[in-house]
C-alpha cells in the first residue's frame, strides 16, 4: 500500500507541539504484535517528512525481534538469568523480569518524556503471554506510569484467521471487554492478518448480534444428541447480547502486518482516541488523584497529631532523653550522597545508528549484562 499519506496531525506540548501518543500493543501469543509493531514502524518512517516513532520493548524472553528498540528490557534484566537465580519457569521467569523492570520504570519514564517534543507516538510491545502484562501488578504499575503522563491508546491485536469460530470469537471479545474495563483507556480492536482471512465478519458479528446467532447456529457442535441447543451455545447466544453495548462502544479496524493494508486507517483510529482520552481518562485521572490526595492528607494529618501527643508526653517524663535525642541534618546528607552511585541501567538507544531499522529475525541480539546478579527474595 501506499504510505505517502502522513498519520493525521498530532498533538500540544508547551510550544504548540502536541504531546505523543502511547500505543500499548496487547494481544493473545501469536496474533503478531511484534510484526504489527515493525509494520506501523516501518510506516512512520516512510513518511515525507518521517516521523520514526519511540519503541520500547517489553517482552524479555523474545530471542530477537523485527525492529529495533529504543529501550529494550533485554538491556537491562536478562531473563535466562532470572530463572536460574529464582528457581522459576518461563511464565514466571517473564514475570519476575517484568516485575523488575518496573523498579527502575521512572527512569524509562524521564528518558520517554525528555524525548516528548521531538516525536509523535511511543509505541510499547507487550510480552506475548497476555495474563503477565494485562493482569499482572507490574503491568498495571506500567499502563497507569504512562497514561498519567501522556495521551495512551491500547491496540488489542486479534488473530482474524483465528476468529472465524464463533467461540473464539467470543473469547477474544471477553478478553477485549476486561482489558478495557480494567485500564479505562481508549481502546481500538486490531484485526491482523486480513490478507489471509478478511475481517468483515467480524465487524457483522460486532454489528448485527443475530448474523453472530446465526453464524453459531450453523457452526458445528451446537446441538446435543437430541438436537437441542448445547451449554456453551445457550452461554455464547445470551453473551452475545450483553456484548451487543459493548460493541457499541468500540474502534475495529483491520491491518495486515505483512502487506501494511489497513495501516493508516488504524492511525486516524488512534488520533481520534487522543479526544477520547483528554474528555473521559485525563477527568477521571484527575478525580482519583485528588480523592487519594485528601485521603492521605488525613491520614498523615491524624497521624502527626497522634505523634505529637505522644512526643509532648516523652518530653515531659524524660527531659535529657529528648535533648539527646536530635536530629542531625548532616547525618541525612551523607545518606543522600551514598544514594548517587547506584547504577542506571536503563539504556537509550536512541542515538544509534538507524533506531528503527529493520534487522534480520533471525539473528541474536548480544547481552551485555552477563555481570548482572539480581539478590534473591528474603
Not at 446441538?223 to 445457550?234: C, F, L, Q, V
Amino acid at each position: 500500500m501506499s504510505s505517502t499519506e502522513p498519520p493525521a496531525e498530532s498533538s500540544t506540548s508547551s510550544a504548540g507541539k502536541k504531546k505523543p501518543i502511547v500505543i500499548i500493543t496487547i494481544g493473545m501469543a501469536g496474533a503478531g504484535k511484534s510484526t504489527f509493531v515493525q509494520q506501523i514502524n516501518s510506516y512512520l518512517h516512510s513518511q515525507e517528512p518521517p516521523s520514526p516513532p519511540y519503541v520500547l520493548n517489553l517482552d524479555p524472553a523474545v530471542s530477537s525481534t523485527p525492529f529495533e528498540p529504543n529501550i529494550d528490557i533485554r538491556d537491562t534484566v536478562d531473563y535466562h538469568k532470572v530463572m536460574k537465580e529464582y528457581n522459576l519457569g518461563p511464565n514466571g521467569g517473564i514475570l519476575t523480569a517484568l516485575n523488575l523492570f518496573t523498579t527502575k520504570f521512572d527512569q524509562v519514564l524521564d528518558i520517554v518524556e525528555k524525548r516528548a517534543d521531538t516525536v509523535d507516538y511511543v509505541i510499547m510491545d507487550t510480552p506475548g503471554q497476555i495474563e503477565i502484562f494485562t493482569w499482572s501488578a507490574s503491568g498495571a504499575i506500567i499502563t497507569d506510569a504512562v497514561a498519567s503522563s501522556l495521551p495512551t491508546v491500547v491496540a488489542y491485536i486479534i488473530d482474524t484467521p483465528r476468529t472465524t469460530a464463533p467461540a473464539t470469537f467470543m473469547s477474544n471479545m471477553l478478553y477485549a471487554c476486561s482489558i478495557l474495563y480494567k485500564t479505562k483507556l481508549p481502546f481500538i480492536l486490531v484485526f491482523n492478518k486480513t490478507d489471509v482471512q478478511p475481517h468483515d465478519f467480524a465487524i457483522e458479528w460486532m454489528q448485527d448480534f443475530e448474523a453472530f446467532q446465526e453464524a453459531l447456529a450453523s457452526h458445528k457442535g451446537t446441538t446435543d444428541d437430541e438436537g437441542e441447543p448445547t451449554y456453551m451455545n445457550s452461554l455464547m447466544n445470551s453473551m452475545s447480547l450483553v456484548l451487543d453495548e459493548f460493541y457499541k462502544h468500540l474502534t475495529a479496524v483491520g491491518v495486515s502486518s505483512v502487506t501494511g493494508a489497513g495501516i493508516k486507517e488504524f492511525f486516524d483510529a488512534v488520533e481520534a482516541s487522543r479526544t477520547e482520552y483528554e474528555k473521559e481518562y485525563l477527568p477521571e485521572l484527575e478525580r482519583a488523584r485528588e480523592a487519594r490526595e485528601k485521603s492521605l492528607k488525613a491520614v498523615k494529618d491524624d497521624s502527626m497529631s497522634r505523634f505529637m501527643k505522644d512526643l509532648t508526653l516523652d518530653r515531659e517524663k524524660n527531659p535529657a532523653a529528648a535533648t539527646a535525642d536530635r536530629w542531625d541534618p548532616a547525618d541525612e546528607e551523607e545518606d543522600e550522597d551514598d544514594g548517587d552511585d547506584m547504577d542506571m541501567n536503563i539504556i537509550d538507544r536512541s542515538e544509534d545508528a538507524w533506531p528503527g531499522q529493520y534487522i534480520d529475525v533471525t539473528r541474536m541480539r548480544p547481552r551485555n549484562d552477563e555481570g548482572m546478579a539480581w539478590p534473591r527474595p528474603g
